[in-house]
């Protein structure tokens, strides 16, 4: 049973340009979570999706990023014209159900470095 | 809103030897969820134990427990007999019990970074 899968695992762009980062939930989970990890400090939440759904962008930043979790496919994080501050570690985690007792689990991260 | 607090920033144990974390937290909830996450220099984030706060007995996976005080808000973690394989970055980890939406995040500490040493 294949865990999180987030690509690209590294990810250099120039300022300006846009980043798309991908995360395929675990088997049977429908719920995906994004958090960000900025250097030297703790995750921070960002958005909580579950299919075609937002349910929760109070972390996410007003202006240039996007989630998407659509029907079929991966869960999309995009973050348009990015700037130096957004150099950090994308982790994606998914969950099965509704219930809050179930377990997050965390896929290997994104690291985007913005030059 | 939940916050969670880790008071070490880094903390050293010698291989075989015991080590506790500390984790504080604030809720106004009564049900909810805690967990412990291991990130190691790979920066992959690894479930550890997790506790769920309506039950009293202390959650233990293998070297690994918890003290769970709930009256004072305490979330600690025992590493017994640490190896050299456990130096990593330790969060801890809250989440509400209430259904779906808003409550479904995890809350995270900043951090202990654990070293060990032979």
């Known amino acids: 049973n294949a865990g999180v899968m987030q690509n690209p695992r590294h990810l250099v762009r120039r300022r300006g340009q846009e980043a798309r980062l991908r995360c395929s939930p675990m088997k049977g989970h429908s719920h995906v979570y994004w958090y960000r990890q900025l250097p030297e400090e703790g995750l921070k939440f960002m958005v909580y999706l579950q299919k075609e759904n937002i349910i929760d962008e109070s972390g996410m930043p007003k202006e240039r990023f996007s989630a998407e979790f659509p029907k079929e496919g991966p869960s999309i994080l995009r973050i348009q014209q990015v700037v130096r501050g957004d150099s950090a570690a994308y982790f994606c985690?998914?969950?099965?159900?509704?219930?809050?007792?179930?377990?997050?689990?965390f896929g290997e991260g994104s690291w985007l470095t913005v030059v | 809103a939940q916050t969670v607090t880790q008071s070490q920033p880094e903390m050293s144990v010698q291989e075989a030897e015991t080590v506790t974390l500390s984790c504080t937290y604030d809720?106004?909830?009564?049900?909810?969820?805690l967990f412990w996450y291991k990130q190691p220099p790979s920066r992959q984030m690894i479930l550890v134990i997790r506790?769920?706060?309506?039950?009293?007995q202390n959650a233990t996976e293998n070297r690994f427990s918890v003290n769970f005080q709930k009256a004072a808000k305490s979330f600690s973690l025992k590493i017994s007999d640490s190896q050299l394989g456990d130096a990593a970055m330790y969060f801890c980890a809250y989440r509400s019990a209430s259904r779906g939406g808003t409550a479904s995040k995890l809350t995270f500490g900043t951090g202990t970074r654990l070293q060990v040493t032979l």
């Open positions: 506790q769920e706060a309506y039950k009293q």
């Open positions: 985690a998914s969950s099965e159900g509704v219930r809050s007792g179930n377990t997050i689990y």
């Open positions: 809720t106004s909830e009564s049900d909810y969820y």
